[in-house]
């Protein structure tokens, strides 16, 4: 009775020291599958991490090209018109003073109109009649200071006129290029009314 017993003991120990042994080997391989899945993910959030820095300093650094470009675009912009507006400033400029200087006269018409009063002199000092000196001694010297006149009364309309054709100008350009534009216009009308006599003729011998 106790043999069998002892027995039977022995025989359940076995069978619970292999049933140990069965389940070891599943917890262990559980276990190992567990530590590797987490090794698993631990390397994807280590190479994620390492992944969205370089992507940021990619994307960093291609904004800071973009706006390095952007930057060389708006400067060579701003370059260009800045050129083109100091010479459409100037135009204009010159336009309104050549207008203003056709209206008043300038040295070279006074030279050229004394040039003139004096071959007008030469040529009639000896013979010429009431009728010949006036028109060589004063109406040529007063053709030619019109002639001078009108010449720089046509430059200030051209240039004038140019600066508004011309886009892109500011609105202070644009307004003294149409001041050189209508001094040079008057001075013009002016300068061809005195040369043709259609004004004021000139005066006879009899009167």
Known sequence: ?????????????????ATAEAAAPVEEKAAIALDKQD????????TERDTEPAAALTG????EAEDGD??????????????????????????AALGAVALTGTW?????SERETLLGQIKTSGSGTPAQQISEIYGDAWHSTALVNGVFALIALLVAVLVLVLPGRPAWVRSVAVAGAVLGGLGLLLSVGTYFDLFLSLPTAGS
């Not at 009775?1 to 020291?17: L, Q």
């Not at 090794?39 to 280590?46: G, H, I, P, S």
């Not at 370059?79 to 400029?93: K, L, M, T, Y």
């Open 70 to 95: 952007e930057d060389d675009e708006l400067l060579a912009e701003a370059a260009a018109p800045s050129s083109a507006g100091i010479g459409g400033a100037a135009a204009a400029v010159v336009s």
């Open 39 to 46: 090794a698993d993910q631990a390397k994807e959030q280590a």
């Open 108 to 112: 070279i018409g006074k030279v050229v």
């Open 1 to 17: 009775m106790d043999t069998k017993t002892t027995t039977e003991k022995t025989g359940e120990t076995a069978d619970a020291a």
């Open 60 to 63: 960093a650094d291609a904004d």
